[in-house]
């Protein structure tokens, strides 16, 4: 019996093991030959993709995205945007109706795929709107290639949401998720959500693009431009060649999720190098309305420089903002923006947010269609730390994070907020989704430096990214880094950050003042429990803090670039009062309270602090 239970166990672990298995991520190369015509706004493809499985399954059937396809009247999107009404994304609607249902026939989204074939043999394929199913004739074993061709022709839509023709301010094209891209496939299977008209996710890739357009034209795009001395724009010396009135373009990239392009005739291309890469090209229309952009060349050095230094080195050799689209969206080595700005500031801080999602998106790149508050509300962090450097308030501010935390707080006054942990184009409500995304899980990380340190939030991204630096990272996968930096249990905080909508409030109860000290009671009004930092500041403008942990996370915090912590006893979260007694009495005293860093996001911190009189 003992030798047959061992056995057993064995295979019970073995399975286990099989079941969890070493990471892995697939692999794909594209080689692609575009021919436009500018007049009609279509495009014939040729396109010959290489594809390694690296996972343990067997695959037979493949996926591809069509996103244009998305682009017409009574459409997965269309249909999305009129359910929501005015409570949508308002880009894609006017006065509460979708914008989609009024596109003309001639301008509707489509990729039309004429034939799929693998290593020669011809496929049959279901078009499922933005979904191809493949079905392969030749299984893909593991750790084994295969090689697929596909020939289509595409029209460009009419420009709604980020991709298409003629956008507001007069870009030709905004070529962005505008071929046939294989879907990813990981261990939760295949990434094959239909879009709506959020996020994108994809295996990372190597591209080789060829594309063939009107001698008038300039292309910007996100890669490596191989033939500037024949096209227009890139090099004063260029000597344009063109065949039946067209240029042709060559650009690669390696190992990045997606190949985006724009063209259009008044394009300028300004470049720059930034001290240890990247190379900075600015592909932009030169007019009254875009003149802020002479101004950016010195910030985005900088920008660069204290993204690297903080969050890791970008890894690609260039990288391009590119005015088109229809706000800012980001792509491999470059980023769709509008580009009419007031202001510096206000320019800034559209690339700040763009750029940082090279790292948080590209090249820490989880699925966001899954997970979209770990790309926008990282990328959001890393945006407000950046321009807290590149453009110091008037008034010093407490930490960077005050305008975000106060935001937070009046948005849930209104009581629609939503969990983060819905998919991203599951939200109901376009503003739940803003807040539940962008500012919840930019608030993620400003919470956990207020739980464990900041130092050890710094030390915790910078392990994140070389850990993880193109890879396919999980908030799993960030949060055993984390709890492994701190030493702290961290999964309660998770859960109740990102998985509910209960709030954090806590208060000062009652204050009682003896001869030589003062006895504080606090009490905890919310729904997520927390570790308190209180405070106290003399007559005589001492601060003194003390950590009050909470049980949960076993380690307690005691020290933090706010200053350093008297630790006190915990404060189990079962408890709903905590009395702390202070060796100062009322004469001494100037102020006491929670949280006077101010990154606490306590949803009425109006009872936080009580100034002695």
Known sequence: MKRSFAILFAFIMSQFQAQQGPYYQQSAKYKMDID????????????????????????????????????KPNSMMDQRVAGQGKNGDSRLQKDGVSRLASIPKDQEGAQNIHWIKQNGKTLKFEIQ??????????????????????????????????????????????????????????????????????EFHAPFADFDVTIKINKDYVVGAGGILENPSEVKGYDPNAKIKADKNKTTW?????????????????????????????????????????????????????????MNSRFGKYVYPTYAFIQGGDGGMEYGMCTMILGEAQD??????????????????????????????????????AEGYVMNQLFPPAQELPNPFVNSINGYRNFIKRGIEEPAVWLGDHHDNGTSYTYASYVKGELYLVQLGYIMGEQNLAETLKQYYDQWVLKHPSDRDFLHIAQKVSGMDLKWFHHYWINTTKTIDYAIKDVKYDAKSTTITLVNNGQVPMPVDFSVITKDNKLVNYQ????????????????????????PWTQKEYTITVPYSKSQLAAIGIDFSQRLADVNPNDNVIEVK
């Open 129 to 198: 709107e933005t979904v191809m199913k493949v079905y392969l004739a030749e299984p893909i074993q593991p750790n084994s290639s295969t090689t697929f061709a596909l020939e289509w022709d595409a029209v460009i839509p009419q420009q709604i949401r980020r991709s298409g023709r003629n956008n507001r301010e007069g870009v030709d094209m905004t070529m962005t998720q505008w071929y046939p891209k294989i879907a990813e496939y990981d261990y939760d299977g295949w990434a094959t959500f239909d879009y709506i008209g959020r």
């Open 36 to 71: 436009v015509n500018a007049e009609k706004f279509t495009y014939e493809g040729k396109q010959t993709l290489d594809y390694k499985n690296n996972s343990p399954d067997q695959i037979d059937v493949v996926y591809f995205h069509l996103y244009w396809n998305a682009f």
């Open 344 to 381: 510096i500031e206000g320019l800034m801080g559209l690339m700040a947010h763009e750029g940082a999602h090279s790292w948080y998106q590209q090249m820490l790149a989880t699925n966001e269609p899954m997970r979209p508050w770990m790309d926008e509300g990282f990328t959001s962090y």
């Open 548 to 571: 009050i942990p909470m049980n949960m996370t076993h380690t307690w915090k005691e020290k933090d670039v706010y200053g350093e912590f008297k630790t006190m006893p915990y404060w």
């Open 250 to 306: 060559r650009w690669t990239a390696k190992n990045i999720l997606d190949f985006a392009w724009a063209a259009d005739k008044d394009y300028i291309v300004k470049s720059f190098d930034v001290p240890q890469g990247p190379k900075v090209f600015l592909v932009y229309q030169n007019n009254d309305k875009t003149k802020v952009w002479e101004e950016a060349q010195p910030y985005l050095k900088k920008y660069f420089q204290l």
